[in-house]
């Protein structure tokens, strides 16, 4: 019923569906673009469909591509913070061709030799999720108040996962790195004062940004 209230088309629960046969397959990315793919599957389909329950029009590609980039920016940050528990449990969402770049040998991902190369790769992956959140910002100007708050505040805490890794550097990885309550407070407050003036939001534009597909 919310499908068809929303007009969500039918293919986006599916797009979903195949980031859930992604990680059942135990798939890696051998590419950058592989990564962007996979990180749709699982957050940036997810983004267009919270977009379109929120009142977007499913004609306004722009809005929707910058909610689907908001999705790319937390699953970004999530490989970033989860790159040791990942590797725990078998999986590992790093592009293939980053790690033969780095000399990471991907069978011995968290050998303490790796890991300052290790620290340069999760700095890749929080620069590009705030290329990522940054776009998002601007989607956010095409939501109601309430919904913009939302997605601002989410938008907020979970760069500040990406930049926490990098800030702990190599030991980013022995304790999981989190936003505190303090803190996740401190963005809910910013983010309403950014909802409020969110129609003066800079454009920020998407050229060489992923394109979900259509």
């Known amino acids: 019923m919310v499908a068809r209230e929303c007009a969500i088309p039918r293919a986006l629960p599916f797009d979903v569906i195949e980031g859930f046969a992604l990680d059942a397959a135990e798939w890696r ?3 950058e673009e592989d990564l962007y793919r ?3 599957h699982v957050a940036g389909a997810v983004g267009v469909m919270m977009a ?3 009142g977007v029009s499913p004609d306004a590609d ?3 591509d910058r909610a689907c980039d908001l999705g790319l920016a937390f699953q970004l940050g999530n490989i970033a913070r ?3 528990e990942d590797d725990e449990g078998g999986r590992c969402y790093l592009p293939q061709a980053w790690l ?3 000399g990471i040998d991907p069978d011995r991902l968290m050998a303490p030799e790796h890991r300052p190369a290790l620290v340069e790769i999760a700095r890749r992956l929080a620069d590009r999720a705030a290329r990522y959140e940054a776009s998002a910002r601007v989607g956010a100007a095409a939501l109601p108040f309430r919904s913009a708050w939302a997605v601002l505040a989410a938008a907020g805490i979970y760069g500040a996962i990406a930049r926490g890794v990098v800030r702990a550097g190599p030991d980013a990885w022995d304790d999981r790195v989190s936003t505190s309550t303090m803190a996740k407070l401190g963005w809910v407050a910013r983010a309403s004062f950014e909802s409020l ?3 003066s939001t800079k454009p920020v534009s998407r050229d060489g940004l992923w394109t979900r597909a259509r």
């Open 52 to 54: 379109l329950v929120m």
């Open 197 to 199: 003036g969110r129609t």
């Open 29 to 31: 990315p051998s590419s």
């Open 100 to 102: 033969a770049e780095a």
């Open 82 to 84: 989860d790159i040791g």
């Open 62 to 64: 722009d809005v929707l």
């Open 38 to 40: 996979y990180c749709y």
